[in-house]
């Protein structure tokens, strides 16, 4: 089938340049259901997406698909990659300009560069080396000599004189057309083979684009590939498998076909890493499906894989996390090409970490998923399936092309400029990242609304972002002024501040946000008078990018601020990257005798634990029985009930907050940053036998690429103390760090004059009053915003609750301030309002010797 096909395409190809034409699809064609190759356009009408994988660019400018540039324009870089391919084109250029075609060596980024210009240079291939002409190292062997057209062959260049060559070259208009196969690159232009160029057949190649010596424009840039295998027979379902119940599926006239049924997967049995996925999909209006891809084997798509969303809407529907070619959840497309009811062509590719997809040839979706904080951490190999999510659906043409293992191009890799907005997401969906000494310091701010006629103003010097506001009356109303504006682009309630602000979950309060600000941001605070709201906020250095706020999304990063409340969604599902590819360590389950200490895991060498599991039901968080103790580099640097390690799941196994879950037990996301080798140890400090426990880590082990950043983070350190009615001191830390969190249980009875308290193992509203904060000391000076008769305030929300950061339950109160943590560069201390304190834990990030 394969050579008959590439010899029907060398015939189709060769006929169709001579005479001006190329056997491309028209866009959109669906084909013939005979595995003919499928085009995709490589431009989108109205936008450089996919373009943009370099250095930002400059000087471009597209409008109905016409791309145009000059000397001034940077050069392009796609993220699309090829073995075999044809590509076609129209172009034209000024006098003197010429267009450059880059096609790059992956992984090196070394490229055969093809000149598109008025003159003899058209047709001409050149080896450029990475990164650019002139450096220190030799040009690339390409594998091949790089052949001249015969004069037979050649296009002769224009003639005249420089007046009328002038003006031909502003008028003129050309066809092109590539085509490689195994080790020879060919260039047709307007129907004349102009050069050729070998390479070795195995070589995968980049694409770039740039102009130099004038005005030039492209259009109608469209690529083609062999359709690859086909992975259903359209027969039976040989090769597919499912949890579900396989019989919802089955083959009908060649197509797959579903019957809605039981909300599953059909999957392959064989794993993909790298490949082109193309398909049509016919489904039935209203249906909700998708394609998974790259997931583990009893792994789910959209938490542990990547599904690409399938969702028959109204053309109309605002564009979101959810649309049709979504990475479902985190990265919404650019925008549609679904036709409802009709057939619709679909290719999907991934290689490395380049996510790209197309429907009815235009594309639809590019996402370099290395630079997204939840996809990082992903799979690259498994396998591909379709979601019976209750609607009828029919699949057929279904064929992978696959291509060798690999990340792609390695400057794709490479570490993007430091985005402001960027830095605060991260935070929260990597705490790890609390870890490295970045510059960015914080601040909060508590201010009183006195009465409705005396608004309060509070002003925040950039540049920065306000990151957490919580409010005590609903009351509350805030004006946001950015930058010295005289108008607010902001002005709600305090507890609706989320429909309004970027915002990271639906909480009011606490209200989890990043309003950034270049030079200055007012609030103007009014609103009943009694009513409070606590400002939290971080200010970044000079190297960080930053936009101030315009609307709910500017500034960040595509989909990376809809990703953080899917996050937050599947950690009350007790979803956690239980599939990510990062390698574990886990105990056997063990029985511990009362006094008894016993080694849970150990990991030797270097690294960052990105989480702990408890192997236990949780019903062991409900007393200080069962002790966790972590020894890192040879010290102790926590040891303390695991209750206080796994606050908000005493007695509860889901937990809606982004720093616990539970999924086959307790789990924390709290990293370990070890040099030498880390300890997991559990004690039993009660007066019976625990039974049946174990625990399991993620762990991502040094290497060579990310040595020196796992070698230069801060040590987590947790200070536990004791119940206590002779101190008021909450914690004291020395050194150079972080506070990113505490954990504080409350006595378990009300003190009074007359000695009387509450039964043992209650609490009261009078204990739970009667803890503040009087103060927060860093470097020998109290912090502003931290002096406060309760903690309402300070955790979001009085009563009983579990979210987002903070949390309180029984006795137990949580704050994770993994927002705005507290640097500190000698020491930092935090006092009560009460000297009768029950046990607590502080965790913190410090540096070691």
Known sequence: MGAMWFMRLSVAFALGCFVGTFPFLAAGDTGNGNGRPLEVCLLRPDSLAGWDHGDPPQGWTIAGGRLSGGPRSTPLLSGYSFGDFDLRLRWSVALGAKWKLRFLRIPTGDSVDLTLSEGEDCGKFTDTPFPAPGSDSPPPSHGGPIRTPTAQEAVPPAQGPPAARDAIARAASHSAALHRRGERLSIIVDGRLRGQVELPPSLRLGLGLAVSGGQAELSDFAAEEPPGRPIFNGRDLAGWWTPGDLRDWNADGGDLVLTP???NYIRTEKLFGNFTLSLEYKAQKGCNSGVGIRTPRMGWPSADGMELQ???????SPIDMHSAMAIYGNVPPFDRADRSGQWNRVVIKADGWMISAWVNGELVQQSNTLDHPELKHRNLKGWIGFQDHGSWIRYREIRVLEAPDGAGLAVWSRPKPLRATAAVIDRIMNPESLSMADGITSGAITQEIVAADKPARVSLAGPGALVRVTQSGPQARLAFYFDGEP?????CKASELARHAPSMTDDPSPCLTCLTYKRRLDVVLGGTGGSECRLDYVNFPPQYQLESFTAPDSGFPRGWLGSVSYRHGQGAWGIHREFDP???????????????????????????????????DNKLLLNNDLWLEAIVDGTTTVSAP?????????????ADNFVMTDRGGPTIRLAMPYRRGLKLQAANHGRRAIHHFGAMVSYEPVTDENRAEILGRMQLRGIYQPPSRSTAELFHQEGFGRWVGWIT??????????GGGLPAGTVGDAVIDSLGIESLHVDGNAAPGWNMPNLDLLLGRSGDFRSCLSGRHGRLLWQYLWLAPVEFQQTIVLRTT??????????????TP
């Open 834 to 847: 009460t000297s009768d304190l029950g046990g607590r834990l502080a965790w913190f990030y410090v540096r």
């Open 261 to 263: 049924h039981s909300g």
């Open 487 to 491: 108008k607010p682009r902001i002005e």
């Open 310 to 316: 399938i969702w028959d809407t109204p053309l109309s």
């Open 642 to 654: 695991a209750r206080f390690w796994f606050p908000a799941l005493a007695g509860q196994e889901k």
């Open 745 to 754: 249980e409350l006595p378990n009875r009300r003190p009074n004059a007359a």
């Open 582 to 616: 990062a390698p574990r360590a886990a105990s056997p389950k063990m029985d511990l005798d009362p006094g008894a200490t016993a080694d849970l895991i150990e990991i030797r060498g270097s690294g960052v634990v990105q989480w702990v599991k408890l192997q236990a």
